[in-house]
């Protein structure tokens, strides 16, 4: 058995048996007299993530509440989403629409959007919520996240407002699924839209249990849409007609669609006592709209919007001033957003060059895992300027006797894996090279230490890879910029390993 002693009050425990599994154990400062009371034992099951049953079961009777729940978090938290995943309030609660507004289909880079994934997940990810709202079915929508660096958002609301899902396994919601039972009859729809020649039947992956959706040509949408309201009127069904992108057409129950979704999510949020302190809904076209006419949420349509949603504007929420029309593109928009109304920081970690200097007033992990991980794609592009001092600064937050468990199993010191990692520099120039965090978790879990946890990702001209990784780090305190790397753990996310195991350093 490996141990190792971080912070005043917290040892890491390996088991050479047991070799995807460290154990922390923590001693509380406020131990009083009999230290063994306070001992707790938390497994990291480290080779797969969706282990639920703790060897041992954590004893944290003298852990406050809200340390015990983030420790809980960290160790379980992305897997099992719960509305109270967060202490209090969510800061801010981005709702943002995917297909041209957090992605850009025009930009191969995704230059936008990786830079609003390091914003979230160094500032926003730990008191805020990210909840995505696409016309996507829930297969279209995974299909998305296959392609595009994308996150993982806490809440997914899927097929234009009509599935309401949490956490990454999707957990769905079936109070929603209730309340667009009633009044909805979707034989009725199939009956009367089979008159209509002009409607296309989109893919059947497209239509789901409370959403009927078509094609139809941009010079028919009028007439269409008023024939059917007539004959659904007829039919004693009352249903929603959304036109978007100048071509979709889908049909839905009058309850359902983007903006009742949201409605239905913050009175949940609110009866739980934790409405978000400030809500964000992002969007560009048709079925975006009535996210606009939710009362208290800013709103950004971004620069490249649709016509349909700029005229819906213009007849609709003129005077609203908590509402802009960006002048950028997708993500950018969303950013420029958030400065805009003032919701928080908006200089991404990718916006700034001399990136290992450390700007804010308090010690930040996430901040600091992110842009260790910003350098280091930078680096391998050869978009960083070629220094030693560089790496001597990668050394110095490096501690002397750290460790890194490679997700292939092989262990090295961590100046080890600086030194592998020098020469690598500009080995992707030219190359498809990104690397993102995804669901970073930190945890105070001593005075002056820390754990952080996430999924890192690597795109490659060889696929996309990633491994769950976990780091512990000791703060300098008074330094906010001061912090040392302990030890770093990575095990491959199953299905995503690198077939190369040398191209992936840490
Ligand atoms: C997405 C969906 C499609 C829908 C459109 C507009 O593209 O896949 O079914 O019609 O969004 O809401
Ligand atoms: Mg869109």
């Not at 599935?163 to 199939?190: A, C, F, H």
Request: proline share 5%.
């Amino acid at each position: 058995m490996g141990t190792k002693e971080f912070g005043s009050n917290a040892c890491l425990y390996s088991f050479p048996s047991l070799p995807q599994t460290i154990f922390l154990l923590y001693l509380s400062p406020s131990g009083g007299g009999n230290q063994t009371k306070n001992l707790s034992f938390s497994p990291f099951s480290l080779a797969n993530p969706y282990t639920r049953n703790p060897i041992f079961k954590p004893r944290t009777t003298s852990l406050t509440l809200s340390r015990r729940r983030r420790i809980a978090n960290l160790i379980s938290g992305p897997l099992s989403w719960k509305m109270d995943r967060l202490d209090g309030p969510a800061r801010l609660m981005i709702v943002s629409d995917l297909d041209h507004t957090m992605v850009d289909h025009h930009d191969p880079e995704n230059t936008s959007l990786l830079r609003f994934n390091a914003l979230w997940e160094s500032l926003y990810r730990h008191d805020s919520l990210l909840v995505f709202s696409t016309g996507r079915s829930p297969t279209l929508y995974k299909q998305l996240r296959s392609e595009k660096p994308m996150l993982t958002p806490d809440i997914t609301i899927t097929s234009v407002g009509t599935e309401i899902t949490y956490g990454d396994s999707m957990v769905p919601d079936e109070g929603w699924v209730n309340v667009l039972n009633q009044k909805w009859d979707r034989n009725v729809v199939l009956e009367e839209t089979a008159k209509l020649p002009q409607l296309k039947f989109q893919s059947e992956t497209e239509q789901r249990p409370h959403k009927v959706s078509f094609y139809v040509e941009k010079g028919h949408a009028q007439d269409v849409i008023s024939s059917l309201s007539d004959r659904f009127e007829k039919r004693g069904l009352d249903v929603k007609i959304i036109y978007s992108g100048g071509i979709d057409l889908d049909i839905l129950p009058q309850g359902a669609g983007k903006g009742q979704a949201l409605a239905y999510l913050l009175k949940k949020f609110k009866e739980g006592g934790k409405p978000p302190i400030n809500t964000l809904v992002c969007g560009d076209s048709g079925n975006d709209a009535e996210l606009f006419s939710i009362p208290d949420v800013y709103g950004v349509m971004v620069s490249n919007a649709q016509e349909e949603l700029l005229q819906w504007h213009a007849e609709h929420a003129k005077e609203n001033t908590k509402i802009i029309h960006a002048s950028n593109r997708c993500a950018a928009g969303i950013i420029e957003a958030i400065g805009h109304f003032g919701l928080g920081p908006n200089t991404s970690p990718r916006d700034s060059s001399d990136i290992l200097v450390s700007k804010l007033d308090n010690f930040n992990p996430s901040h600091e895992v992110v842009k260790f991980y910003i350098t280091y794609e930078r680096w391998r592009r050869a978009e960083a300027e070629k220094s030693d001092l560089l790496i001597q600064s990668l050394k110095h937050i490096c501690h002397l006797t750290g460790i890194a468990v490679h997700p292939s199993g092989v262990e090295h010191s961590l100046h080890e894996c600086i030194d592998t990692f020098g020469p690598h520099y500009g080995d992707k120039q030219g190359k498809q090279f990104r690397v993102w965090l995804d669901r970073v978790f930190t945890s105070q879990i001593g005075s002056t230490s820390w754990l952080v946890k996430f999924d890192k990702w690597e795109l490659t001209d060889d696929g996309r890879h990633c491994s769950l990784t976990t780091i512990l780090l000791n703060s300098e305190p008074g330094n906010p910029g001061a912090f040392s790397l302990l030890h770093v753990h990575q095990t491959w996310l199953e299905g995503f390993a690198a077939r190369c195991q040398n191209d992936w350093i840490f």
